[in-house]
């Protein structure tokens, strides 16, 4: 799609460079999605790809993903984690072309806060902490967990200006045993619901429901539930109106599925 009302392209070279946050001014890494429809409210576009961050960076904590990663860099990340299995399987949850995976990007998927956005799933899942570049200055960078960036369907916790650094994945969490169920209306159909569950080496549980849902829910138990206890936790935590509705599946039909996910993902990893 041409963006007809763009008329510049801003290439920053460092964070100097970033302008400051405007309503006709957009963040463009992969542009998989801005660039499939009309944006006639913008102006300027401002490539952070430019700023040169490596894609995927080992730490004494976990890793490291830059927003700017693709996601074919991510799905064919090799480590001896064991939840790192993740990172294909929810590539491949997005059902899109391996052109997309070399141009779309972890951060432009999360960002743009889409319920069926999967790297917004694996990266809620694993306990992912992005690092926020404050339109205010260095001093007012902050962390915020994945599930409460993602605020709702297209919306989330960032403000004009603000641009998504890096995900943090801890090393406890990629140490992790992890199950995943991916389901939806046609076994090529866009994801209704996906659900991931993972028990870290001090026993610990948790369950990350999204795609289903207007936003990732991730609950936490100190050990393995008993079916009765995940059910009602469930119940307790997604309310009727965080169940989404759209034509890919509706709400009863999305809530009877993922529950159902979670109970064989917990019979899995017991």
């Not at 007809?4 to 542009?31: E, F, K, M, N, Q």
């Not at 801890?170 to 140490?175: F, G, N, T, V």
């Not at 469930?234 to 169940?243: K, L, T, Y």
Request: include cysteine; charged fraction near 20%.
């Amino acid at each position: 799609m041409d963006l007809g009302t763009v008329d510049s392209i801003l290439l920053p070279g460092s964070r100097s460079d970033l302008p400051p946050g405007r309503a006709d001014t957009a963040v463009l890494a992969g542009g998989t999605w801005l660039f499939s429809e009309k944006q006639d409210h913008l102006s300027t576009l401002v490539d952070i790809t430019a700023l040169g961050w490596e894609p995927l960076t080992v730490t004494e904590a976990g890793l490291e993903i830059a927003a700017t990663c693709t996601i074919e860099t991510l799905a064919r990340f090799d480590s001896p984690w064991p939840a790192a299995a993740l990172f294909p399987r929810c590539a491949a949850a997005l059902l899109a072309s391996f052109k997309i995976w070399k141009t779309a990007t972890v951060g432009g998927n999360i960002a743009l806060a889409l319920p069926a956005g999967a790297m917004i799933s694996v990266t809620a899942a694993l306990d992912g902490i992005g690092q926020v570049w404050s339109a205010d200055g260095p001093e007012h960078d902050y962390d915020i967990a994945i599930d409460d960036l993602v605020t709702g369907p297209h919306t989330n916790a960032l403000r004009a200006g603000d641009v998504l650094r890096s995900i943090e994945i801890p090393r406890y969490a990629l140490e992790a045993r992890t199950a995943m169920r991916t389901l939806a209306l046609s076994p090529l159909g866009r994801s209704a619901a996906v659900v991931i569950g993972r028990v870290d080496v001090g026993g610990e549980f948790v369950l990350t429901v999204s795609a289903s849902t207007v936003r990732p829910f991730v609950l936490r138990f100190p050990a393995l539930p008993t079916a009765a206890e995940l059910d009602d936790t469930i119940a307790a935590a997604i309310g009727p109106e965080h169940w989404y509705d759209d034509p890919h599946g509706a709400p009863d039909w999305r809530r009877h599925i993922s529950c159902t996910a979670a109970q064989q993902i917990r019979e899995e990893l017991s």
